[in-house]
């Protein structure tokens, strides 16, 4: 059974940068795809950034140009940098793994999550 483990939230101003990191087991052999999704109160969940196992990423057209997704193979981490942070940002944000390669931000084509990593950007 694998597991992700996100860490890196907190509270920051609106401009400010924050660097999120999850910590992957068990979902990266073979193809894969690594997701970060959020949820704001009230919200539905979306999707921010993804990286397959070619290293191919995808953004949402709100983060693009702010936040870069990476990931370091040696060691199983998952990084998502977000600069020029906007109160709009705030939100739980999931590390997400589906063991196949695909180019989605959609969380439906995601199996495995994370417990989440609250950000929160004040103005």
């Known amino acids: 059974q694998g597991q992700l483990v996100e860490s890196g939230g907190g509270s920051v101003q609106a401009g400010g940068s924050l660097r999120l990191s999850c910590v992957v087991s068990?979902?990266?052999?073979?193809?894969?795809?690594l997701g970060w999704f959020r949820q704001a109160p009230g919200k539905e969940r979306e999707g921010v950034a993804a990286?397959?196992?070619?290293?191919?990423?995808y953004y949402a057209d709100s983060v693009k140009g702010r936040f870069t997704i990476s990931k370091d193979n040696a060691e199983n981490t998952l990084y998502l940098q977000m600069n020029s942070l906007k109160p709009e940002d705030t939100a739980m944000y999931y590390c997400?793994?589906?063991?196949?390669?695909?180019?989605?931000?959609?969380?439906?084509?995601?199996?495995?999550w994370g417990q989440g990593t609250q950000v929160t950007v004040s103005s």
């Open positions: 990286i397959d196992s070619l290293g191919g990423t």
């Open positions: 068990g979902y990266t052999s073979g193809g894969y795809s």
């Open positions: 997400a793994a589906a063991q196949r390669w695909i180019h989605s931000l959609s969380s439906d084509d995601y199996a495995y």
